[in-house]
Structure formats: C-alpha cells, structure tokens
C-alpha cells in the first residue's frame, strides 16, 4: 500500500526498467504548458527557490515513466516525463506530467516501497519547510509549471461552476487512503476535497467552505479569493 506523506517527501523502490523497443509508435505529442494560460496562475505561490526546471525526457524515457505510473494506478494520462536524475539506474525515479490533472514524482524511498507525491504535496510541503527542503524535489517540468490547474477534475466534481482560482494540500491517510486538498474558487467561496490516493477504492467527496467551517475544518484560501 503506498503511504501518503503530509508535508514530507515520500520515496520509492522501481524494479528495473526494461525500455521498449525503439521501433515502437512514440508517445503522443507534449501539450507542456499549452494545457493551461500560465498567466491565470502567475499570482499563486511556488517554492521557486527549490524550483529546478527540468527538461522534457526523451520518448523511451516518456514511455518507461508511463509503465511505471500504470502499475502504481496514478489517474494519470502521460503527455510527458523526465527522470529526476541523469545517471543511470536500475531504479529510475521519475517526474510525470498528466493531460489535464494532477502531476506527480514517483521517488525512491529508504524503505525499498514505491511512493508517490503529487506536485501540489510538493510544493505546499516546499513552501512549509523552506531552505531545508531539497532543491529540485518539487515538480518541474513544463506541464507541471502551475500545480494548482491540476485540481480542475477534482473542482469540476465538486461544483461545476467553480473555477480554479488556488488550492493546497491537506494532508492523506485514512482506509480507504485519500489525499485531501482545498480548492478555493474565481467567484468566492472553496471546497475541502478527498480525493481517492493513487490505487485506492475511495470515492471522491466534498465539502464547500461553509460546511467544512460548520464541521471544524474551516477553509484557510477561500477568503483571500473573493471579489
């Protein structure tokens, strides 16, 4: 079972790749930073002093990442992906771009486990620990460049009408495991949303920031949103 980390990095153990053949239909076309306006997002806050950009991998690359998130049930469709080291290794580590979602780096952790943690975990766990966070370990490539554009499925399920204005990670856990984050929306207002871990049989839920107050566990972004 993966273990999800509040604000830490969580690591993980791959088997060795084997790379497909060259021969193969190469991966579909990189929509990098065309999936969403990056100035709708240039308010939001990113931990770029431990930001390190990465390049696009190459298309063998792309497709062993891909492998790797399929068997670990990331809700993921693969546009693009780099390792996060340019050594060799017989346990590669990846960072993985999602059409229209969520991304994620899939790490290596001291307990030999494959461990997951999507890019917003990251930069909220970045932002929190500061200088001693380490650099390059928040997402960053091209199509992961505003985080927050990846909690669109989950606003969209929560209310239609919410359109992503900032979000954060909550935390995760639970059995069922889930990863809960705050979306606060354009028009005012947010939601606290479980949303199921990677693998997991939970099944998504919300509340909006007046129920979550009414319930103890006030909203901390939606205020800052409206007008």
Request: glycine content about 10%; proline content about 9%; overall charge positive.
């Amino acid at each position: 079972m993966l273990k999800i980390g509040r604000l830490f990095i969580l690591t993980a153990a791959l088997a060795a790749l084997t790379g497909p053949a060259l021969a193969q239909t190469p991966p579909q076309a990189r929509f990098g930073t065309e999936q969403y306006i990056m100035s709708e997002y240039s308010a939001i806050n990113r931990p770029t002093s431990r930001l390190a950009p990465r390049a696009p991998g190459n298309p063998m690359q792309v497709r062993a990442a891909a492998k790797v998130a399929a068997d670990l049930h990331v809700p993921c469709e693969v546009i693009d992906a780099a390792p996060l080291s340019a050594r060799p290794s017989s346990k590669p580590e990846y960072e993985i771009a999602c059409k229209d979602a969520l991304g994620w780096i899939i790490s290596t952790g001291a307990d030999g486990k494959p461990q997951l943690n999507d890019c917003l975990a990251l930069d909220t766990g970045a932002l929190a620990a500061g200088k001693s966070w380490p650099k390059g370990m928040v997402c960053g490539l091209p199509g992961n460049a505003a985080p927050v554009a990846g909690l669109k499925p989950l606003a969209a399920k929560a209310s239609p009408s919410c359109v992503v204005a900032d979000g954060t990670f909550l935390g995760g856990g639970g059995n069922p495991p889930i990863l809960r984050y705050e979306i606060a929306c354009k028009s005012g207002g947010g939601y606290i949303v479980d949303a199921p871990a990677p693998g997991s049989t939970a099944v998504q839920s919300s509340l909006s920031c007046d129920e979550a107050k009414s319930a103890g566990a006030a909203c901390t972004l939606a205020d800052k949103k409206k007008g």
